[in-house]
């Protein structure tokens, strides 16, 4: 779809409202935003140079999130050409998935991206970014609180407060730089709290930064049932309601002083109150519990991409029906 647009990435530590986003600019004419798609650091680590259709096409029959969206593997293969780059072959599967809802442009919202940060750059040179953020502290509570089974855990999976507070504040500063590297016209800063309570004022200047036309439709969110059929996403249901969690009542005096030890600079930065005061240079026990998350992070995905890349991934991944 030459000339529609460059696609529109959502980018937010998991539960900082990236769901909310998505479904409201989703409903816009010109734009559509599908739920995670997971599949593109995979297919980024499988096709490293120019691709080979055919073997691009095979991959796609095998990726569970085609299916759930209705994509067939045919239809992006018509897209394809042998040689072409792999940011190029992997836009060609949203551009069909927006094509087939009469769609001219297409975004993302993967809060796992938020790890792979460089590697969107590198694959979407041309795209922009809107990140949601939201007090680290509200995002701790509203994780940890998530029923078992809805997140994969790895062996960076955080399980307590101040650990997430390492996962939130690495991932958020990963963000922030990624805007100072690409700059003001591709990269877009908002707050989960005004989102919440001026959803028209805020939806406006999304809509202006990504030269897209406000329509009220994107204000409607809660028409789309099927986007909060999820057990951990039923406030979609509600209307908006800013201090749907506080973690002032839901957290510890002990644990909000934990998560700041880790992150509280950061909260500082970008103007949430401290329960502590003021923020203080993180202690050494928080220092080591940030060199050990992003240890055990690096070494996951590490992992994860050699996995990827083995011959043996299309034995674990049959294809579909």
Not at 198 to 206: F, M, Q, T
Not at 263 to 272: F, N, P, R, V
Request: hydrophobic letters at 40%.
């Amino acid at each position: 779809m030459a000339g529609a647009g460059p696609p529109l990435l959502v980018l937010g530590v998991r539960r900082s409202g990236t769901t909310l986003l998505r479904v409201m600019l989703d409903r816009s004419s010109q734009l559509a935003i599908p739920d995670e798609s997971y599949f593109v650091p995979q297919l980024a680590a499988r096709h490293r140079g120019p691709i080979d259709a055919a073997s691009f096409v095979d991959d796609l029959r095998r990726i569970p999130t085609l299916v759930e969206w209705g994509v067939d593997p045919a239809r992006v293969g018509e897209r394809l050409q042998d040689r072409m780059a792999p940011g190029d072959a992997i836009a060609a599967v949203f551009e069909t998935y927006a094509a087939d809802r009469g769609k001219e442009r297409w975004g993302d919202k993967t809060p796992m991206y938020m790890q792979y940060l460089p590697l969107l750059v590198e694959l979407f040179p041309l795209a922009q970014f809107v990140h949601i953020v939201r007090d680290g502290r509200d995002v701790a509570r509203s994780f940890l609180a998530m029923p078992e089974g809805i997140v994969t855990k790895t062996w960076a999976h955080p399980r307590s407060v101040p650990d997430f507070a390492c996962e939130w504040r690495t991932e958020v500063e990963a963000a922030r730089r990624l805007g100072a590297r690409v700059g003001p016209k591709r990269y877009l800063e908002v707050r989960y709290e005004a989102l919440v309570a001026e959803p028209e004022r805020e939806l406006r200047a999304i809509c202006g930064f990504a030269a897209l036309p406000f329509e009220p439709e994107l204000l409607r969110h809660r028409e789309d049932a099927a986007a909060s059929s999820r057990p951990h996403q039923q406030s979609l249901r509600r209307p908006l309601t800013p201090g749907i969690r506080d973690w002032r009542k839901e957290l510890s005096p002990a644990d909000a002083a934990a998560f700041e030890d880790v992150a509280g600079e950061l909260l500082e930065a970008l103007g949430y109150e401290l329960s502590t005061g003021s923020s203080r240079p993180p202690s050494l026990r928080a220092q080591a519990r940030l060199a050990s998350y992003r240890a055990r992070s690096w070494s996951w995905r590490a992992a994860g991409s050699a996995v990827q890349r083995s011959p043996l991934w299309r034995r674990r991944h049959p294809v579909l029906g």
